[in-house]
Nanobody
Framework: VQLQASGGGLVQAGGSLRLSCAASGINFNVRAMGWHRQAPGKQRELVAI???????DYSEAVKGRFTISRDNAPYSAALQMNSLKPEDTAIYYCLVEELFRGAHWGQGTLVTVSS
């Protein structure tokens, strides 16, 4: 399984960024897609997830500012990040949970929010 991630970069506080993730090599159904992030010196944490049935979950830190959605292409998802804060600075990892095969991780995309 390969995860192609795009987006990220440098933005000023209050700005927006959009992350995209597309998975290939999926053999079974995808149970969920989402993003985790890891800031310097901190543990990796869940940011947002969208399940096969369309339900979503967000961390309290991003609720109301970030929106996860499925893209039109198969096994693709996007994370729209608005009202970004310096504390959102982290490496963002795309995650795909595949039925029977478990979790697949992308290589990580750096998001930097300047104050």
């Amino acid at each position: 399984v390969q995860l192609q991630a795009s987006g990220g970069g440098l933005v000023q506080a209050g700005g927006s960024l959009r992350l995209s993730c597309a998975a290939s090599g999926i053999n079974f159904n995808v149970r969920a897609m989402g993003w985790h992030r890891q800031a310097p010196g901190k543990q990796r944490e869940l940011v947002a997830i969208i399940r096969r049935d369309g339900t979503t979950d967000y961390s309290e830190a991003v609720k109301g500012r970030f929106t996860i959605s499925r893209d039109n292409a198969p096994y693709s998802a996007a994370l729209q990040m608005n009202s970004l804060k310096p504390e959102d600075t982290a490496i963002y990892y795309c995650l795909v949970e595949e039925l029977f095969r478990g979790a697949h991780w992308g290589q990580g995309t750096l998001v930097t929010v300047s104050s």
